[in-house]
């Protein structure tokens, strides 16, 4: 991956000193968490265009952008990083150009009013989806790396007209090839006709997909640098013979039904059939369980289609659905697994091996056995109770799993066959 710091980018501009007026601190040498519109008055300094704010210091600690509301349309650059805002709306200042509001913890960010906008960084949050970007008409440069962004793909296509550089890297994408080909590359970055440099490295699409950068650089074949490093000749001739040996071809799958999933319910669980293989089996992937390979035990048009499962890592997630190849959902019957990334805790679905519903006091038991592994060092046994969760929700849900040679049999539990159709 390139220097993305040592390139000239487009929209970034040069980096001048600006007047920006500046605050002592407070007496009680704590920062500040808002600002009273007499110190807004103080910054403004003489309250005419073009004003530059700055709020990315040690003196501030600002958990919301409120105070902006009031403020004379006279900001052209506003730099809020370093802070703690969960939301941000600064549709008051139509005439800003720059806006940088990296490192905080934003989950929702409206462009409503931002027209004059040419800069907006907001790397390192926690957004989720893109908001409407249709007012962006003039954004050249976008950086939402290091956020967890799965959904609102399309809102990139409006910035058609305008857009340069976009940065994407360490979103945790990793949609199957055919659904990131839909929505990601045919959805919006194909139509983007300015776009010149994009950097998506850190996904986990990156190195699951054969050849990436050159799916990518196939794809886009505007596009003069790919993570920050320039496209060369030699670069496209390969792509184009990768394309002609037919190694992205699954792209052209029937799309996975992906539901309503956001970030926190995403770290998609995949279930893919390798073509031609018999009964259904498939392979389930993820970061840290041990995969299963499941046999429907439903109908032979069922058994004989491509399941694709997605499964949740939130502390929020709805179960997820099971899917053919059709598309056409199978079960809602699906376990999912919930791991808070801010702990070592995990909760697991509430049933029990007989069918019966599982008491909340089974839940919690489980809950604080989980725990109590992962705080001693015994992931391998944690991860095994896990696993005889899935496999007892699979087993009632018409689905015989079954572990692969990799994973021990002692760590299991004794799973029944499930009972074949009736005829």
Known sequence: MGDKGSLKLPGVGKDKKREVESLPMPLNKEPYTEIQPKILRMLL??????????????EFQLE???????????????????????????????????LVIDNNLLVSILFTGLSSLSLLSAANNRLEQLDDMSELKKLIYLDLSHNRIVAGWEELAKLKNSI????????????????????V?????????????????????????????YFMIHELPRLRY??????????????????????????????????????????????????????????????????????????????????????????????????????????HSSPSLNMSSSSSSFSTPSSSPMGAPRSSSHDHDD?????????????????????????????????????????SRSHLPAVEAAPAPSE
């Not at 945790?172 to 990131?180: A, E, H």
């Not at 194909?190 to 998506?200: H, Q, V």
């Not at 320039?230 to 039904?257: C, F, H, M, Y």
């Open 185 to 213: 590359i045919e959805g919006s970055l194909k139509k983007l006709a300015r776009l010149e440099y994009l950097g998506i490295g850190g996904n986990p699409i990156c190195t699951r997909v054969q050849e990436f950068k």
């Open 64 to 98: 919301d952008v409120l105070f902006l509301r009031n403020c004379p349309n006279i900001v052209k650059e506003l730099n809020l990083s370093n802070n703690s805002i969960v939301e941000c709306n600064l549709s008051p200042l139509t005439k800003m150009k720059r």
């Open 367 to 407: 809950l604080k056995s989980v725990d109590l592994m992962m705080s001693s060092g015994q992931q391998a046994d944690a991860k095994a109770l896990i696993l005889q969760r899935m496999l007892e929700e699979f087993d009632q849900a018409g689905f015989r799993a079954t572990p692969p040679p990799s994973v």
């Open 164 to 183: 340069k550089v976009i940065d994407l890297a360490h979103n945790g994408i990793d949609l199957p090839l055919q659904n990131f080909h839909h929505d």
């Open 45 to 58: 300094g003489k309250g005419v265009y073009p004003v530059y704010l700055d709020f990315s210091t040690r």
């Open 226 to 331: 790919y993570n920050w490093e320039l496209i060369t000749k030699e670069d496209r001739v390969r792509a184009a013979r990768l394309e002609a040996d037919g190694l992205w071809s699954e792209r052209s799958q029937p799309l996975v039904n992906m539901g309503t999933m956001t970030r926190t319910q995403s770290s998609a669980l995949l279930v893919t059939q390798p073509p031609g293989a018999a009964g259904g089996i498939g392979t389930v992937s993820s970061g840290a369980t041990p995969s299963l390979l499941l046999h429907s035990s439903s109908s032979s048009s069922t058994s004989s289609s491509s399941n694709n499962l997605s499964r949740s890592n939130s502390t929020n997630a709805n179960p997820p659905a099971l899917t053919n190849s059709n598309n056409n959902i199978l079960s």
